[in-house]
Nanobody
């Protein structure tokens, strides 16, 4: 059974940093894209960052470029999201997800397995 478990969320002041981690179990995803999404109440889940199987290609939504960094350790089946210079508008539940083999899609429907989410709250 595939399971994704996120950790690292919490409450931080604006300008602060958090590092989210996601550990996958149940099978190996060395060839799959991995991504981070976020969702706030009443809004659709949105793409934040994605990384290809080797870690050589990364993609970010415009609002987090230059502040967030996605990375992965395929040997450990983990993906991380380093979030710096956090802003109140970054407040959301953050989810990690496993994507397809080949490419890094930005749509939620292209991701097959999801974690339970971790809350990130940025105070002003």
């Amino acid at each position: 059974q595939v399971q994704l478990v996120e950790s690292g969320g919490g409450l931080v002041q604006a300008g602060g940093s958090l590092r989210l981690s996601c550990a996958a179990s149940g099978r190996t995803f060395s060839w799959n894209a991995m991504g981070w999404f976020r969702q706030t109440p009443g809004k659709e889940r949105e793409f934040v960052a994605g990384i290809n199987w080797s870690g050589s290609d990364t993609y970010y939504t415009d609002s987090v470029k230059g502040r967030f960094t996605i990375s992965r350790d395929s040997a450990k089946n983990t993906v991380h999201l380093q979030m710096n210079n956090l802003k109140p508008e970054d407040t959301a539940v953050y989810y990690c997800a496993i994507g397809p083999v080949g490419g890094v899609p930005v749509g939620t429907r292209d991701y097959h397995f999801w974690g339970q989410g971790t809350q990130v709250t940025v105070s002003s």
